[in-house]
């Protein structure tokens, strides 16, 4: 069983910066393609980034490209999510997954409570 608690969301201006945490327990962390999600008011959940279980391949949603940055750190059991230059439209509560997939897939394990995250313009 693997529990997964985010951390790190808040209110920011709009060209602004939030790094999100994702702590994982379980033995099983480092096995684990880990993603963050993403679901605004009234919209479907989506995917916005994923980190295979090395961290050396990732994968990203078109519109944070170049923007934001997931990372992970096996001895920690920790994965991350750099977002910078925010966007009113990054408005959205950020869930934290793991499974064993890598990218946009539906088929994640286990998932967080989520974080707010709110871009103010």
């Known amino acids: 069983q693997v529990q997964l608690v985010e951390s790190g969301g808040g209110l920011v201006q709009a060209g602004g910066s939030l790094r999100l945490s994702c702590a994982a327990s379980?033995?099983?962390?480092?096995?684990?393609?880990m993603g963050w999600f993403r679901q605004a008011p009234g919209k479907e959940r989506m995917f916005v980034a994923g980190v295979n279980r090395s961290g050396i391949s990732t994968y990203y949603e078109d519109s944070v490209k170049g923007r934001f940055t997931i990372s992970r750190d096996n001895a920690k059991k920790t994965v991350y999510l750099q977002m910078n230059s925010l966007k009113p439209e990054d408005t959205a509560v950020y869930y934290c997954?793991?499974?064993?997939?890598?990218?946009?897939?539906?088929?994640?394990?286990?998932w967080g409570q989520g974080t707010q995250v709110t871009v103010s313009s």
């Open positions: 997954a793991a499974g064993w997939v890598f990218g946009p897939s539906d088929k994640y394990d286990y």
């Open positions: 379980g033995r099983t962390f480092s096995n684990l393609g």
